[in-house]
């Protein structure tokens, strides 16, 4: 997993419990890297599963709405690295439906080693898409929050559902209506 997932994970919970949290999960965690990230660098995933679940553990939120929380954080973090990416669209449905084939392509051209998750469109109209998330990290509820926060970009809004196809979260379809 990619550096800067960790460091923008560090900076949003120092941002919201404070840098003693910080030092408590991390200090709670039996980390190969000993905590010590770097943007570019890769890292294990076990070691953000620590992090969140010692998050979860000790302010008491589920995992899935902190990572819901993380997502539309890192959306910002998005936004102002590459203002030209969210650019090339005009609107949400369309720029959601090119996560696969436009925004992990230029992804992976960054951060060559950079393992994403997969989204298969199962369906699109101008109003409505459903697709599938695939990625064995079931960081669904991440995703939940950057599709949020790239609707509140357009200055629109949706109805996004999610639904278990693998109970484990590892493949989740997302059903999404714009209002």
């Given at each position: 997993?990619k550096?800067?997932?960790?460091?923008?994970f560090?900076?949003?919970?120092?941002d919201?419990?404070?840098?003693?949290?910080?030092?408590?999960?991390?200090?709670?965690?039996?980390?190969?890297?000993?905590?010590?990230?770097?943007?570019?660098?890769?890292?294990?995933?076990?070691?953000?599963?620590?992090?969140?679940?010692?998050?979860?553990?000790?302010?008491?939120?589920?995992?899935?709405?902190?990572l819901?929380?993380?997502?539309?954080h890192?959306?910002?973090?998005?936004?102002?690295?590459?203002?030209?990416?969210?650019?090339?669209?005009?609107?949400?449905?369309?720029?959601?439906?090119?996560?696969?084939?436009?925004?992990?392509?230029?992804?992976?051209?960054?951060y060559?080693?950079?393992?994403?998750?997969?989204?298969?469109?199962?369906?699109?109209?101008?109003?409505?898409?459903?697709?599938?998330?695939?990625?064995?990290?079931?960081?669904?509820?991440?995703?939940?929050?950057l599709?949020?926060?790239?609707?509140?970009?357009?200055?629109?809004?949706a109805?996004?559902?999610?639904?278990?196809?693998?109970?484990?979260?590892?493949?989740?379809?997302?059903?999404?209506?714009?209002?």
């Amino acid at each position: 997993m990619k550096g800067i997932v960790f460091t923008e994970f560090l900076d949003l919970v120092e941002d919201k419990f404070g840098l003693e949290m910080v030092d408590k999960i991390i200090s709670e965690s039996k980390l190969e890297s000993e905590g010590a990230y770097t943007a570019i660098g890769t890292y294990s995933f076990s070691e953000m599963l620590q992090l969140l679940t010692h998050l979860s553990k000790y302010t008491e939120i589920p995992i899935d709405n902190l990572l819901l929380v993380y997502g539309e954080h890192f959306f910002s973090v998005i936004e102002n690295s590459y203002p030209g990416l969210l650019a090339t669209y005009k609107d949400p449905i369309d720029m959601l439906s090119s996560i696969e084939n436009h925004i992990h392509v230029e992804v992976q051209k960054i951060y060559p080693d950079a393992e994403l998750p997969t989204f298969v469109v199962e369906e699109k109209s101008e109003n409505s898409l459903i697709m599938v998330y695939k990625s064995s990290r079931a960081m669904h509820h991440f995703g939940l929050g950057l599709m949020n926060k790239t609707f509140e970009h357009f200055n629109s809004t949706a109805t996004i559902q999610l639904e278990k196809i693998k109970e484990d979260g590892t493949q989740v379809r997302f059903i999404v209506a714009k209002n």
